[in-house]
């Protein structure tokens, strides 16, 4: 990723976890030194993840980047040979978010023996929720009222919920330091956005 920053301690750190992750990290690195451009990467997570498709083993990696500005995500799938291709493929997707964009960063931490837990104990995962109005989830019931005789039609009721992006991790599956990452990416990511609103 040579058209990043090379003085940087955090740019050297993702272009190792890209690396690590050995998933064609020449496709993702270029992809994501693309999408940052020359801005100071202050945080980010690499998240490999590996799904079952019938008898197909298919994996998928996400990169997050918090720059200054932007928040910048990356998807890389794994395709297997099909109509339009006769050998496997791979696709790269990245989007570029505005800060001011982000509407909710959730952090979801499951933790074992919580009456022994102790501040700064690792958690046993971490699901990252980041809404920024892009894909919007809907969840709807019928409405009731409290007589348990009424039979009234009372419309719908529901909450929508931002949901452009989840992602799990856990010390069992990613390793500790990944989810230490998560942690730490989620708290950058909260404290740039809560910058934007003094």
């Not at 997570?45 to 298919?58: A, G, K």
């Not at 989007?95 to 102790?118: G, H, M």
């Not at 989840?166 to 599956?173: D, I, K, M, N, Q």
């Amino acid at each position: 990723m040579d058209g990043m920053a090379k003085t940087s301690t955090t740019t050297q750190g993702l272009r190792a976890a890209i690396e690590r992750s050995g998933y064609y990290p020449a496709l993702v690195a270029e992809a994501v030194e693309a999408a940052v451009g020359g801005e100071p990467i202050r945080s980010y997570l690499v998240h490999q993840e590996t799904t079952f498709d019938q008898n197909e083993v298919r994996r998928h990696v996400t990169v997050l980047v918090l720059t200054d500005n932007r928040f910048i995500v990356n998807h890389t799938d794994e395709q297997g040979a099909d109509d339009t291709s006769p050998t496997p493929y791979a696709t790269t997707s990245t989007e570029s978010v505005r800060l001011d964009r982000i509407s909710s960063v959730v952090v979801s931490r499951v933790v074992a023996n919580p009456e022994a837990y102790t501040p700064g104990s690792l958690p046993r995962e971490v699901v990252l929720t980041i809404g920024w109005g892009a894909v919007n989830r809907i969840d709807l019931e019928p409405a009731a009222c409290s007589d348990p005789n009424c039979e009234a039609d009372h419309g719908y009721t529901g909450n929508s919920t931002a949901d452009d992006l989840t992602l799990r991790v856990s010390e069992t599956g990613d390793g500790p330091e990944t989810v230490r990452q998560a942690l730490a990416f989620a708290q950058a990511l909260s404290e740039a956005t809560a910058d934007l609103g003094r």
